[in-house]
């Protein structure tokens, strides 16, 4: 019989997105205590308010906990990116991390680790090349993004903290993400490749994203970056096929580079042409078992019914 995992007390932060409810669902399953930080009236002792912009939180919600899972930033894909805008994405998660960090060392009793959400954009637009965690950061906004963002998260290192720095791939989830504005387009057959198609897209199947970030928060050897991608990265061509075949659809009509960027401006380069060929490199060391490896029936299962 498998020996039963130890409970845990866990702060969230920024839960209410797909990869924060997920994971709650498994640490929930698991029987973890666990405190979520709310921006609104707390409905019950599990939720704690706090409020990043103006530095407002009470250090004693750490008091007893065993672990800390930062989630919190604003949608990158919300808005067009004007200066205003991208002032709003960086400083969401700059002043969210430095306030948790503040917090923290505050504690009379600090959590052994922080995970931290990061985002292979660090990486910036790297071609056929293959990129794992030792790789430089590149250029570009979404880059400068996560390099100023794990730089407030590893400062918990000083305080003896071990610091995952989750580098999440494309969340491919039934209820968020990507997913959600792609499936209408494609169940009503005008779904194509975006610009040449041959840009890599890192996917991963939001169960295994809850997967692997209870597994950060459980096992000690893993530290520092950390990619939260599937192992199977495919190109927007390919994936584009599969989610056409998964919903028995056809998907013939590409849309121009030129039509993106009239669009979205500097995100369309850097969220939809932009190539991540991004392998998880410390999760295989590890010997990390993702439930959905393969792009085809992670697809299927998450459009089933769709």
Known sequence: MRAKEPSLRVVVAGASGPIGRALLRVLQEQGAEVRRLVRRTPKGPHEV???PEVGALDPEVFDGTDALVNLAGRSIAARRWTPSVQREILD??????????DAVRRTSATPAVLVSASAIGYYGDRGDEVLDESSPPGRGFLS????AWEAEARRAERMGMRVVRARFGIVLARDGGVLRTMLPFFRAGLGGPLGSGHQWWSWIHGDDVAAVLVAAVRDASLEGPVNVVSPAAATNREFTRALASALRRPAVLRVPAFALRLAGGAMADEMMLASQRVVPRKLQARGFQFRWPELEPALRDLTSGA
């Open 49 to 51: 308010v706090w409020d």
């Open 92 to 101: 969401s998660r700059v002043r969210s991390t430095r306030l948790l960090v």
């Open 144 to 147: 400068q993004v996560a390099q």
